[in-house]
Nanobody
Framework: EVQLVESGGGLVQAGGSLRLSCAAS????????IGWFRQAPGKEREGVSC????????YYADSVKGRFTISRDSAKNTVYLQMHSLKPEDTAVYYC????????????????????WGQGTQVTVSS
């Protein structure tokens, strides 16, 4: 059974930090690009970041560039999203997803290309 399980969300003040984790199982982790997406109330889901399984190349949405860092640990089948300098507009449910494609900005903007999704973890940033 394919599973992607997010953890690490919570409530944090503006300017604070959180680290999200995405633990994967049930598929060959190293064959997939892993992405992070988020969806705020009343808004469409947006791509945040994705990371390659092959060379570790990373892509970020402009809104998080310089503040968020994505990384992966193949030994643990886990991808992390380290978030710094959080803003109230970062408040959303964060999802991780897996795609059998190379990472790219195109992939970040086309979530239909992702095959597997987690259930999400809530991140709330207070002002």
């Amino acid at each position: 059974e394919v599973q992607l399980v997010e953890s690490g969300g919570g409530l944090v003040q503006a300017g604070g930090s959180l680290r999200l984790s995405c633990a994967a199982s049930g598929f060959t982790f190293d064959d997939y690009t892993i992405g992070w997406f988020r969806q705020a109330p009343g808004k469409e889901r947006e791509g945040v970041s994705c990371i390659s399984s092959a060379d570790g190349s990373t892509y970020y949405a402009d809104s998080v560039k310089g503040r968020f860092t994505i990384s992966r640990d193949s030994a643990k089948n886990t991808v992390y999203l380290q978030m710094h300098s959080l803003k109230p507009e970062d408040t959303a449910v964060y999802y991780c997803a897996a795609a059998a494609h190379s990472p790219s900005y195109y992939l970040l903007h086309h979530d239909v290309e992702f095959d597997y999704w987690g259930q999400g973890t809530q991140v709330t940033v207070s002002s």
